[in-house]
């Protein structure tokens, strides 16, 4: 059964009316996470964490007294509380389940279970070569300081690219969208913010790479969005990205702290053999089709929640 919510009271009314026996999971995000431990009652609580936590970060919560969206850094969050209260803590990656770890003062049940994505039948043709013309990259990113789009901008604005390559980002609007937008303006960049669109595998489709340039994802759908119409990743050896992309298998990786890190993988695309990139994006879209399933995602979330339920009632309760 789906409940379709847009507020506070809807949301609570209809998780208490799941809660119907103690054979019950409340599987949230993190973003609901204190009203979910308040409708929980004796029922085990799985918070998802769909991100990689960092200490100066602000994540968005629910504020259960009024509703509304709080920013607060991992410090502001009552961990003492929740570490009662909230029965497994779940990260989407092996970043994001260290990131937990990592900000949470005191210990806590950490599992990390890797998103599972649809997966279409069909695939496109190999990628057209770019003798005579220009590589065509994609971005699927919101345009959110921490994506780091400036630097993809300063990279391609470099003269080993620019005349080269074409980037089409896709994605919503971010606070960081006007600076970036004026600083392609100055430079020339060959960058254009496409929009969110929602035929986005048909627009990325026969790109010859996808490219992430976030330090700090914590699962990044936008590679396997990628990889399941089969398009190869450039991604930074940082955050969950290198748990997506297997660097000259799958995509290609790179340094993100070396000044040159960048601009180097991008030329080694633009002058890599179609044929070449059009086997790392057949591996990635097998990758996917082998273990990014939605399939085997339910699969390890049911098996937590059955051993959740196996547990005494008593330690469910106390978390």
Same mark, same amino acid.
């Given at each position: 059964m789906t409940h379709v919510v847009d507020d506070l009271a809807g949301y609570t009314t209809a998780l208490t009316a799941c809660v119907t026996s103690d054979a019950t999971v409340i599987i949230g995000s993190h973003r609901t996470v204190l009203v979910d431990v308040q409708v929980a009652a004796s029922v085990p609580v799985v918070t998802v964490v769909r991100g990689v936590l960092h200490p100066t970060h602000r994540i968005r919560l629910v504020d259960p007294a009024t509703g509304e969206l709080a920013d607060v850094i991992p410090d502001g969050l009552p961990w003492e509380l929740l570490a009662d209260d909230v029965a497994r803590w779940v990260g989407i990656s092996e970043a994001s389940a260290a990131s937990i770890r990592g900000c949470a003062p005191v210990a806590l049940p950490v599992q990390m279970i890797h998103n599972g994505v649809a997966i279409p039948e069909w695939r496109p043709p190999p990628p057209a070569s770019t003798a005579g013309?220009?590589?065509?990259?994609?971005?699927? %990113?919101?345009? $959110? @300081?921490?994506?780091?789009?400036?630097?993809?901008? !300063?990279?391609?604005?470099?003269?080993?690219?620019?005349?080269?390559?074409?980037?089409?980002?896709?994605?919503?609007?971010?606070?960081?969208?006007?600076?970036?937008?004026?600083?392609?303006? %100055?430079?020339? $960049? @060959?960058?254009?913010?496409?929009?969110?669109?929602? !035929?986005?595998?048909?627009?990325?489709?026969?790109?010859h790479a996808l490219v992430s340039v976030a330090e700090l994802e914590g699962f990044g759908r936008g590679i396997l969005d990628a990889a399941v119409v089969g398009v190869p990743a450039v991604v930074p050896r940082a955050g969950a990205s290198t748990e997506i992309v297997l660097d000259g298998i799958t995509g290609f990786t790179f340094d993100p702290r070396s000044p040159d890190g960048l601009v180097d993988v991008l030329d080694r695309v633009v002058n890599e053999d179609p044929v070449q990139l059009a086997a790392l994006g057949w591996c990635a879209r097998a990758r996917a089709l082998g273990y990014f399933t939605p399939a085997r995602c339910a699969d390890q979330y049911l098996q937590l929640c059955h051993e959740l339920l196996s547990q005494p009632t008593l330690t469910r309760a106390s978390g």
């Open positions: 013309g220009r590589a065509r990259l994609v971005v699927v %990113a919101r345009a $959110a @300081p921490w994506k780091n789009l400036d630097r993809l901008v !300063d990279a391609v604005a470099d003269p080993r690219l620019r005349d080269r390559v074409t980037v089409d980002i896709y994605g919503g609007f971010g606070s960081a969208q006007p600076v970036v937008e004026a600083q392609i303006a %100055a430079c020339g $960049a @060959p960058v254009v913010f496409r929009g969110w669109v929602e !035929d986005l595998p048909r627009r990325i489709a026969g790109a």
